[in-house]
Nanobody
């Protein structure tokens, strides 16, 4: 069992930055690829970024590519999402997730095979 706890969300002005963190319990953090997802009001949850177990392979969704950086520290059991130049359309609940099966990060497969989800952290970008 893995518990994921996100932090770092909040209210920020457009153009500002936030750094989300996701701390994982347990001793098997490095066994999981990690992803960040978001869900805006009235919309489906979508992937934002993902990172492989070692951190070598990274995926960014087109919607935020160039303005976000995902990273992980396996020694600290933590994955991060640095978000810069935020726009109001980035307002959503952001979730971190852990997955063991691998496979393509784009599309619906990765989200459908997530093993563990965090509770989410609200990000609000004011215009």
């Amino acid at each position: 069992q893995v518990q994921l706890v996100e932090s770092g969300g909040g209210l920020v002005q457009a153009g500002g930055s936030l750094r989300l963190s996701c701390a994982a319990s347990g001793h098997t953090f490095s066994s999981y690829s990690m992803g960040w997802f978001r869900q805006a009001p009235g919309k489906e949850r979508e992937i934002v970024a993902a990172i492989s177990r070692s951190g070598v392979n990274i995926y960014y969704a087109n919607s935020m590519k160039g303005r976000i950086t995902i990273s992980r520290d396996n020694a600290k059991n933590t994955v991060y999402l640095q978000m810069n130049s935020l726009k109001p359309e980035a307002t959503a609940v952001y979730y971190c997730a852990a997955q063991t099966k691998g496979g393509p990060w784009g599309g619906t497969y990765y989200q459908s095979t997530i093993d563990y989800w965090g509770q989410g952290t609200q990000v609000t970008v004011a215009s």
